[in-house]
């Protein structure tokens, strides 16, 4: 599969996700820094004799791992399946990577409670969050709203007219 190939649907498939273009750079900004503090961190957390801390660490390193497959794919170019992976990731729908990556950065706080491991996952579990927000869809503006409240408002008074009018 070649690289166009892998790039059609992703376009296709994030332009119907409700998501404006600078949210989706905020997004992926996050996923970033997320990768980032979760691989430094883990990898500190490596340093130990203890084994829960040691799988912990591994499993931060294992979810920056993924956090940079799934969101900067072109920092991956050299790995032969980092572009089926984006576009599969691109076509989830952000309540699924939202669970995702919420999942994956809560792990290893529960498998080892420390500074390492909460600081190391504090970001990744942001971009959750933020991809999370996105799922709620886009807030509607005012005029929309107004239309809908004077749509009521004259929908209960044609109730209130029809009952009043069949009360003798």
């Not at 498939?13 to 979760?38: H, L, N, Q």
């Not at 950065?105 to 529960?110: D, T």
């Amino acid at each position: 599969m070649s690289s166009e190939e892998a790039a059609a649907p992703t376009k296709a498939g994030t332009e119907d996700d409700g998501m404006s273009w600078w949210y989706r750079w905020i997004c992926k900004m996050a996923g970033v820094v997320g990768g980032i503090s979760c691989a430094t961190m883990g990898v500190w957390n490596c340093v130990t004799v203890n084994p829960l801390n040691i799988v912990a660490g591994v499993w931060m390193v294992m979810t920056a791992c993924v956090l940079f497959l799934c969101e900067v794919p072109f920092c991956c170019q050299f790995v032969e399946f980092a572009n089926v992976i984006a576009a599969r990731a691109d076509r989830l729908k952000p309540w699924q990577k939202a669970l995702f990556y919420c999942g994956m950065a809560l792990f290893p706080i529960f498998l080892k409670f420390s500074l390492t491991t909460l600081f190391g996952n504090a970001i990744a579990f942001a971009t959750g969050v933020l991809y999370g927000l996105a799922s709620l869809g886009k807030k509607g503006d005012m005029v929309s709203y107004a239309r809908l409240q004077h749509q009521k408002q004259g929908d209960e008074e044609k109730v209130a007219e029809t009952t009043d009018a069949s009360v003798p």
